[in-house]
């Protein structure tokens, strides 16, 4: 079972996890204060292997911004981290600070020393990205240029770190054509080549993380750094076994139309007897995944590195839902009454088209996915229900149109955009 | 002739240009200080149509950070434009601000109320953006950002504006198949789309065009903006017809290892008895063009502009060199005894690949090109000559290193990674 890992620090133990063998691993994780960052943390950290967190509580801040809150309370980071200790038995070794600020980024990771990082650090919000030009222009500095330090910081301290990074399955846009894991053989005038699988993001966001693919691919062609990114579909879920195990652990549950996801939305609208939501004809089809999914996804990018000077890309969701679909299901497992409301497509997009996505590199290295159930759904719902009374019904509806963004919007009081 | 022109603004007058008809445009050129964009905005103004020039005099700048400098000397802007309106009688209207400054940009753009804007103002050097970390940043938050901002300028005070923008063919790298012109159409499972076309770009400027690129296409998706890229081959050369018209209207001669491009750099080399320097074998085939060429495909971008909405590329450049053959021309061209010199390849780059890249679009536009004679090499070699007592020998030799470039590299005297 050592076969194949290169990292010198890395030996073989037993851990008492389900009797598995496992490697227990020095992972930082990047932006894990956040919605999947601290899950994924946990879940590591309960897998036996050593974990640091950096987060700059970017995210906590734009709640402030929007007026916005996750439904379900969240804790300080360092109360966290206190309870996980309480609990586990495990530490968590917190770093606060930006990837934007080179010089923290460079001494946490020399203070770490990390096998791999598992960059979740950015703006993750399309329609924050697409508020007004600032908006855009943070979004783009803020993910490339702390993607950019890191690249450096590893190149510098230790190019045996592999970079496993968040992408995102809306880089690839909706193309006409099987949507492939990164690359794609093109025969072209009868000469092949096998070449990157072309981009038609959808927002100033994905178009960061398309930048980013782009620069970290060519790190580790010219520095022959080691980079898995994972173009990771829409997570839906909010529990997982470890935050589970106390409410302090919980993680983010977000409803608004800026951060919350189709999924996480439509619970909470269906739980506090909102219509639901749907953009147009809801059409829309896209990849998605359980939150526990992702921690494994992550965990196995981790566990089976990629090789010096490889830059590999999985295709990380389970199934694909249009958003109609979703909401339908929610409808149909709600205990409460639900209405579908379609509303203007504050997007540009296609409401209608092909997608066929393949992902068949995480299920070789062993991914089993939970895929959507009923009691997910259902799950989703109470959670929300049992939280109702902290609804801001204000930020629920999207304020962010693709058409009508504008230079400067000011925001004041959650009123973006409008 | 006033068919498929879509501006309202743009009327049909007889010009004493040749005897040819023309439409005079109001035209903003963005660095129309620089290189490429002094003798573009000379051109465009010769030709009749009303100019203004934004630049921030960033690329001087750079000449003070590198400790190096045109072989020709260059008067200040303002002494350009006052011998201009002198030799030719035309006005030439400066705006003195930087694109990252989006009020300035909003300011001067509805002060000029262009028609087309010409978009050279970004950093355009691969060995310093390859600096260190800090140059990397540098290179695209500078290039990204002030194109966001253009966008956005545009899209609020007039969408109907042609954004024209210099890319460059370094954005698709050496691929094993042709390389089309922005777009590929991909038969992939039986279904076919036509994709934009894979880019593998080798340094982080070339990065920063890919993502200008992506954020292009996405603002005429979702804003109905027009915008033309041109993917740049490699610029030979630095008379044209207006520049000759009086010294004071010179453009810049860069000879050194950062901003000297191959064939510049190689005719300073030998007018001062300096060895040719190739990096590696040579076998590096790149796509390359006459100055000349460059002035008249764009006012030919500008002149034929892109429909609302539409994203469209050239691929700008008349013939493919390699780096040996040119050395080769030049040794043989040369009044000079000159030495070829191979040293170690300061990038990460294949010295002998596949290149086979088409243009159709702008000759079927009606481009003429000037194809690479040996009088265009003497003319450089002799031009060198004229000021050979200006050049700075230490600053020739490639001093950036794509493998050993570091984090933060303090540059005093034009030590530059050194």
């Known amino acids: 079972m050592c076969e194949g890992r290169t990292s010198p620090r890395t030996t073989c133990v037993a851990s008492d996890n389900d009797k598995e063998i496992i490697f227990p691993m020095r992972i930082l994780v990047l932006g894990g204060d956040g919605y999947l960052g601290w899950p994924t943390a946990l879940h590591l950290s309960a897998h036996g292997h050593d974990i640091g967190i950096i987060d700059s509580f970017a995210r906590r801040n734009y709640d402030y911004e929007m007026g916005a809150n996750s439904l379900v309370p969240i804790r300080q980071m360092q109360r966290r981290v206190a309870t996980w200790k309480e609990v586990s038995g495990h ?21 770490f020393g990390p096998e791999a990082v598992v960059h979740f650090a950015e703006q993750r919000s399309a329609p ?20 950019l330090n890191l690249l450096y910081a590893i190149k510098d301290i230790d190019p045996s770190i592999h970079l496993v990074k968040l992408g995102t399955m ?14 794609i053989e093109i025969t072209h005038k009868g000469r092949t080549d096998v070449l990157p699988y072309p981009k038609q993001p959808n927002s100033f966001y994905h ?35 470890e935050t589970d195990l ?11 139309g800026v951060f919350g996801t189709v999924l996480n939305r439509f619970a909470v609208q269906a739980a506090v007897g909102y219509p639901l939501t749907v953009y147009g004809k809801g059409g829309q089809t896209r990849a998605m995944l359980d939150i526990r999914d992702t921690l494994a996804c992550v965990e196995l990018a981790c566990t089976n590195a990629a090789e010096p000077g490889e830059f590999r890309v ?21 205990p409460f009454e639900v209405e579908i409301d379609s509303i203007p497509n504050p997007r540009v997009e296609s409401e209608d088209h092909y997608y066929n996505a393949v992902t068949t590199k995480l299920p070789s290295l062993g991914l089993k996915p939970h895929l959507l159930s009923d009691d997910t759904v259902l799950h989703l719902v109470e959670t929300a229900r049992e939280h109702k009374d902290r609804v801001n019904f204000e930020a629920i509806r999207p304020t962010v149109n693709w058409r009508s963004t504008h230079s400067d919007v000011s925001i004041a009081g959650g009123a973006v955009g409008s």
Chains 1, 2 share one sequence.
């Open 128 to 147: 924050y990205s697409m508020i007004d030009r600032k908006h855009a222009v943070y979004t783009q500095v803020n993910n490339v240029v702390g993607t």
């Open 314 to 334: 999985f295709n990380q969701f389970t199934e694909s839902f249009s958003v109609k679909d979703l909401a339908e299901r929610v409808a149909r497992v709600s």
């Open 207 to 241: 178009l960061s993380k398309v930048h980013d693919s782009h620069n970290i691919q060519f790190a580790c062609r010219i520095w022959g750094l080691r980079s898995t990114d994972l173009n990771q579909g829409i997570v839906y879920g909010q529990r997982t076994p």
């Open 91 to 111: 530490t968590i070794q917190p770093f606060i600070g930006d990837l934007t600020d080179s010089e923290f980024l460079e001494l946490s990771l020399r203070d």
């Open 246 to 256: 106390h409410p302090d652990l919980s993680t983010r549950f977000d409803y608004d």
């Open 170 to 183: 809306g880089e690839y846009g909706a193309p006409n054509i099987d949507i492939e894991e990164g690359f």
